[in-house]
Nanobody, 126 residues
Framework: VQVVESGGGLAQAGGSLRLSCAAS????????MGWFRQAPGKEREFVAA????????YYANSVKGRFTISRDNAKNTVYLQMDSLNAEDTAVYYC????????????????????WGQGTQVTVSS
């Protein structure tokens, strides 16, 4: 699966952004998809994941209640709606596909995912 992220930009604290991740290549609908982020000088960290049919979603504690992951398998796209943004959300955001089909194993681990995109920058000003 090849992925391309978009939708990043500059937002005010308390504002919202919606990221998109467009996929191509292998059948998109058989893969769990994940969003990760990496702030300057920090490790890439898990943000959210969604199962292949979209019936299961998972979030990092730091974004729970503020971010929503969703997918549209007809459009081969996964989304990350980000609300109530704060300065700590500033990072490059990446999406990726799980290495295995029909699997949620270790959904919050970087090593579980392959086919990373180039990322999209999100900057939140306070």
């Amino acid at each position: 699966v090849q992925v391309v992220e978009s939708g990043g930009g500059l937002a005010q604290a308390g504002g919202s952004l919606r990221l998109s991740c467009a996929a191509s290549g292998h059948t998109f609908s058989v893969y769990t998809m994940g969003w990760f982020r990496q702030a300057p000088g920090k490790e890439r960290e898990f943000v959210a994941a969604i199962s292949w049919r979209g019936t299961n979603t998972y979030y990092a504690n730091s974004v729970k209640g503020r971010f929503t992951i969703s997918r549209d398998n007809a459009k081969n796209t996964v989304y990350l709606q980000m609300d109530s943004l704060n300065a700590e959300d500033t990072a490059v955001y990446y999406c990726a596909a799980h290495r295995r089909t029909f699997s949620l194993e270790s959904y919050d681990s970087r090593a579980t995912y392959a086919d990373w995109g180039q990322g999209t920058q999100v900057t939140v000003s306070s």
